[in-house]
C-alpha cells in the first residue's frame, strides 16, 4: 500500500510545482555550446533533488561532454534494483519569436506548464525524484533498491552515454531499467511504448566558389551551391516521399507483428492528424494503416534545417560560397548507423555536380532502432498500473522518436528498459510552446508510487 | 584643357580618400529597414557633397521609400546638359564573420580601401562630386550643364526610382545621361558597358505543419516543406543549369551581333576564371564563347538564399514548418519582368506537392534588360577617354548584372545613357572585404574631368 505516500505528495503538490518551475528556469540546451554553464547548472539541480531525497550515494560522472548523474541506495541486496534513466538537457528553444512566453520563463496556463523542457523531459524526471523523497520521507526507506543515471546530452544525441554505460557497467546492474523519458503516444489512449526507431544525424554541406559572388556579374556561370544541393536532395526521396538511397533500407527486418497488429486495432483519424499539426489535408488522404506504419515502422531520412546565402530581410543578389543541410534519419530494427551513413554519403558523392566540393558530417554515433521484450514482467507491471489510474488497458505501440539509449542499456547490462514516461506526444517538445500537462504530473507521481511498491514486492 | 582642373584634384587626393571614408562609414543598407536611420545620413551626406560643389539647386525628393537627391547647375541653356546618376545605398554586409576588418571601418591595404560599398557604389560616385567641386573651385562654374539624379534603392530594386524619374522628367531633360554606376568588366583590360540584364526578384515560401513538428515523432508521416521545397528548386533547371520553366525565355529576342562578336574575340581564360572565384574547375570546362554567353546573353533564375528549420550549431530533430528561397532572375532583351514571374508562379504551382502551401513575394517590379544604341555620341567619347588614359580602346562588352535605370531614362527622357563606372568587377562587391582601387579613384577623376570639358564643347 502506497497511502503514505501518496498523500504525503498530494500534500506538497504546489511546492513540487514550484521545484520544476525552478528547474524549467535553467536552459539547459546541450547542443550549443553557449548554454554550457546552464547545463552544469541543471545537472546541480537533479544532484540537488537526488540529495534531498536521500539516496546515499549521488555523484557527477564527468564525460567528454556533459556530466551524467549517478545515484545509488540499496535498501536490501535480496531485494529488486530498478535503474531509472532521464535527461536534463533540452532542445534549443528556436524560433524564439513563436512562443507565447519566454522559453525560460515558466507559465502556467489552463493547468498546463509552458516551457522549454517541461515536457521533454524534466516534467517526467522529475516524478522519480519526488517520490523517492516521498518514500524516504514516510518510510525512511524506498521499498526497493534504486539507482539513477540522468544524463545531459539527450538533446544532442547522447554522444557520451554509452561509453559511460560501458564504463560504470559494474555498479548500474539492475533487474529493470525503467525510463522517465520517452512520451505516451497519445494524451487521450494509454499506451505504452514498447520499440523506438534509431537515429543518425548528418549535414551536408556543398561548397562553390570561395566566396559569395555577385548574382548578376557571375549568375549563370558560376556554380551556385544553393542550385546544387536542392538537386542532390531532391533525389533522396522517390516522389511518395520514401528514402530514395540506394542501400539505406536493406538491412532492415520486418516489423515486431504485434506492432502491425496494434496498427491495425486503431482507427487513427488521418485527416484530424494533418488538421491537428495545422497542415493542408493531402489528397488522396493516407488510410490509417499507411500512415501509422510510415510514422513508427518505416525508416526515414528528414531534412531538420537548411541555410546558404541571405536569409535577412528584402534581397541580396549574391551567388552563396556555400549551402549545408541538416539530416536525420529514423532507423529501424536491423538499420546500422554506421552502414546507413555510408550508404547515403556514397549516394550523396555520386549526385554531386561537377565543379562543386561536398563534406559531409557525422553528429554523434546514433544508435539502433529498440525493441522491448514483449515477455518482461516489468513491462506488465507498469501496464497494471496505467490501467488502474487511466481506466483502461495500455495499447502497446511503438515509436518514430528515438530513445538513444533503448539499446544501451541491453548490450551493456542485459537489463529490459519499460518507458515509464508521463510527457504525451502532442505536448509540443522540440516546438514552440512546449508544455507539461500538471495532470500528468500528479499522475504520474502516484504510478511511480505504486511501481516502486510493486517492483519491490508489494501487494499488486 | 583641363590641366588645372586635374592639378586641383591631385593637390586634394589625400582629402577625397578621406571623402570616400567618411561616406563608407555609414551603413546605408536600403534593404533592411534597421537601417533606415543610416540611409537618410548617408543622402545627407550627397546633399552636403553637391551644395559644397557649389551646385545652386540641391534638392532632397521625397519617395514612399528612400529619398532620391537631385542638383542642378544650369550654366548656359545653349550648352549641352548631362545627368549624372548613381545611388548612395550599399549591400547588406552579411555574412559579417568574412570580413578581415570590419565593413564600415574603412581600412587601406595595397592602395585599396576596404567598405561596403566602397566600390558599389560610393567611391565611384564620389568621382563626379568631386569633379564638380574642382571645377566650381578653378574655374568658378562645370564647363556644361550638370543635373545629378541619386538614388537610395539601388540595391533593393530600385522600387521607386521609375516613378521618381517620371513625375520629374520636365526638370531632367539632358542631352545624355551618364551613369557612376555600373562597374568595368575586368581590371586588367579596359572596357564600356553597352548592355546589361534586366532583373527580378522573388521569394517562395512553402509551408507544411502550422508549427515545427518533432522529427522522430512525426518524421515519415508529417509534410516537411524543406523536402518539398528543394524538390521544386530541382524542377527550375536542367541538367546543365539552364532555366527549365515553361514560357521562362519565350520572349526573348537574339542578342546584339555586336556583343557575340566582342564574346568571340576574346579569349577568356575559363579555367582561370574558376579558379579566381576559388570554385572547383568543372569536368569538362565550358569554352570561353559558352562561358561569356551565358554570363553576359542567357537569363538566369539564382537562389540568393535558403532557410528553413534549425540554423544553429548541432543538431535539432525537427520538422521544419516553412522553407523558403528568395530568387533573382536575370532576363534578357525582350523578357518583360511580369510575365517572367507570371510563368515562375505557374510553374511553382504545378509541382507544389499536394499537403503544402506556397506564397510566392515579390521583391520590387524589377527591370528590364538594356541595351545601348551603338552609334550614341557620347559614347564615343567615352572611349575616346579611356582610350587615352587606360592606353587601349575599351571593348564593348555586355554585363551580367543589372543597372535597374538602365530602361528607366530612355523610356522616360528619350536619352542615351553611357556607363562611366571606375569599379572594377572583380571588387568583391556584394561579398565580404569588398574594396575599391585608389588608383581607380585618381584615373576616375581625370577621366570626368575630361568628360566634362569634352562633352561641354571643349577641344577633344
Known sequence: MTRAVEDWLAARDADTIETLKDFCRIPSVSTDPAYNGDVRRAAQFVV???TEAGMPVVETVETDGHPCIFAEWIVDPATPTILIYGHYDVQPPDPLDKWQTPP?????????????????????????????RAYAQVHGAPPLNLKFLIEGEEESGSPHFAPTVAAMKDRLTCDLVVSAD?????????????????????????????????????????????????????????????????GFADAATAPDPAITDAINDVAFDVGGYFDGIGAPRPDPLPDSATLLTRQWLVPTLEFNGISGGYAGKGTKTVIPSEASVKIT?????????????????????????????????RHGPGSRAFALDPDLPGLRVAEGILEELLGARPLRVAMGATIPIGSVFDEHLGA?????????????????????????????????????????????
Open 104 to 132: 525560460f520563463e515558466p507559465d502556467i496556463r489552463d493547468d498546463r506548464l509552458y516551457a522549454r523542457g517541461a515536457s521533454d523531459d524534466k516534467g517526467s524526471l522529475l516524478i522519480p525524484l519526488v517520490v523517492a
Open 416 to 460: 529490459g528498459l519499460v518507458f515509464f514516461s508521463f510527457s504525451t506526444a502532442d505536448e509540443d517538445y522540440h516546438a514552440p510552446n512546449e508544455f507539461y500537462r500538471l495532470s500528468s504530473l500528479r499522475t504520474g507521481q502516484i504510478a511511480w508510487a505504486r511501481l516502486f511498491d510493486r517492483l519491490g514486492g508489494g501487494p499488486s
Open 329 to 361: 534519419c529514423r532507423l529501424v530494427a536491423g538499420q546500422d548507423p554506421d552502414a546507413v551513413c555510408e550508404a547515403i554519403r556514397a549516394h550523396l558523392a555520386a549526385v554531386l555536380p561537377t565543379g562543386y566540393a561536398m563534406d559531409l558530417h
Open 48 to 50: 540537488d533533488r537526488l
Open 182 to 246: 520517452g512520451a505516451m503516444w497519445r494524451a487521450d489512449l494509454p499506451s505504452i511504448t514498447v520499440a523506438s526507431r534509431g537515429m543518425l544525424a548528418l549535414e551536408a554541406t556543398v561548397t562553390g566558389a570561395a566566396k559569395d559572388l555577385h548574382s548578376g556579374r557571375h549568375g549563370g556561370s558560376a556554380p551556385n551551391p544553393v542550385r546544387a544541393l536542392a538537386r542532390m536532395m531532391a533525389s533522396l526521396h522517390d516522389d511518395d516521399g520514401l528514402v530514395a538511397v540506394p
